[in-house]
């Protein structure tokens, strides 16, 4: 969401825009590394387009995704920090035919993160005292603000955040090997206050996500100039 890249468009703040397939791309440069920052809009469709540009038509090779998440596991709170270190999609189900939920054939329930960019987040937020907690990331196109909901996606799961991109985003990187990095703040917890909560706590959540992500960028940069 727009929320979503305000805060780094405005730590950027010099960069090109480039209009295409219905969405803008802000490209800017720091340290000789060249980046292109997109929001995508809501849900799976939307967000795997536009990690397919970012990757197809910018020539991205790695993906950082930062945002905002509900959250499933009760220990995580609204302005927690988590990383992701796997993701599935919770809505995807072709059990009629005696599948696993989350599961097509040719695919896999869970999308493994990179574990390099996994070290790397932990890294950064434990020099610089942030507390960024592992989270198994349950994707779907549904904001999700009820409590069955909630138990459905944690017991077939064990999904400990759920929100409307990651699980896609993984999918196109995976298939395209790109690494890829989620950060996500916690904004709701996926409860019937969720769409209150949200609407209050997305651009502070948001902001918290992506200062984060700065910090982590700058560590990934300072690494691939040794
Ligand atoms: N992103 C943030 N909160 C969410 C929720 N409750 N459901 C889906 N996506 C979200």
């Known amino acids: 969401m727009p929320e979503e890249i305000d805060p780094l468009l405005k730590y950027f703040d010099n960069y090109k825009t480039t209009k295409y397939g219905s969405n803008s791309y802000y490209e800017t440069s720091y ?33 950082l995704f930062s945002g905002v998440a509900g959250a499933i596991d009760q220990n995580l709170k609204i302005g927690d920090i988590v990383v992701a270190t796997k993701t599935a999609q919770h809505d995807l189900d072709i059990t009629a035919f005696g599948h696993d ?8 329930k869970f999308i493994d993160m990179n574990q390099k960019l996994v070290n790397i987040a932990i890294g950064v937020a434990k020099s610089n005292n ?13 904001f999700v603000a009820d409590e069955d909901r909630k138990l459905f996606i944690e017991k077939n799961f064990q999904a ?30 996926a409860n ?35």
């Open 31 to 63: 340290n000789n590394t060249d980046i292109v920052i997109a929001y995508s809009k809501i849900g799976k469709v939307f967000s795997a387009l536009t990690t397919t540009i970012l990757i197809e038509k910018f020539r991205c090779n790695m993906v």
């Open 101 to 108: 939920v989350g599961f097509v054939p040719e695919g896999a």
């Open 130 to 142: 942030i507390l960024l907690q592992k989270a198994v990331v349950a994707t779907g196109d549904q």
């Open 160 to 189: 400990d955040i759920l929100e409307m991109e990651g699980g896609s985003v993984a999918v196109v990187c995976d298939s395209l090997d790109i690494p890829l990095l989620i950060i996500r703040s916690i904004s709701d917890t």
């Open 192 to 226: 019937m206050d969720a769409g209150f909560d949200f609407d209050k706590f997305l651009e502070a959540s948001a902001k918290i996500s992506a200062k984060l992500m700065i910090q982590i960028l700058h560590k990934i940069i300072s690494l691939s100039k040794i």
